[in-house]
């Protein structure tokens, strides 16, 4: 089963900016579209982002637009999310998740467990 990892997170003012990772283990990311997600205590999971196999298919959610990139290394077999610009609204835990297939989807099979991004001064 795919097993996801992400790295990353942690403390930056608001302004500053971070770069978050996803990894897979025993299993390549190559075969999956991968989201990234956010989740905000009190606050519903939302989709930040997303990336094809392919890299051509991508979405962003509009608070997130002009100051997130995501972007994947075949290479290293990573998924990559650049946070700039960061506000206090992009804190929360950030999770990297698969669906069964090579384009973005509504759902989403595989998760990893998260990381902590905390936005303050």
């Known amino acids: 089963q795919l097993q996801l990892v992400e790295s990353g997170g942690g403390l930056v003012q608001p302004g500053g900016s971070l770069r978050l990772s996803c990894a897979a283990s025993e299993f390549t990311l190559a075969y999956y579209a991968i989201g990234w997600f956010r989740q905000a205590p009190g606050s519903e999971r939302e989709r930040v982002s997303c990336i094809s196999t392919s890299g051509v298919g991508i979405n962003y959610a509009d608070s997130v637009k002009g100051r997130f990139t995501i972007s994947r290394d075949n290479h290293t077999d990573t998924v990559y999310l650049q946070m700039n610009s960061l506000e206090r609204g992009d804190a929360g835990i950030y999770y990297c998740?698969?669906?069964?297939?090579?384009?973005?989807?509504?759902?989403?099979?595989?998760w990893g467990q998260g990381t902590q991004v905390t936005v303050s001064s």
């Open positions: 998740a698969a669906p069964r297939a090579k384009d973005c989807s509504d759902t989403y099979y595989y």
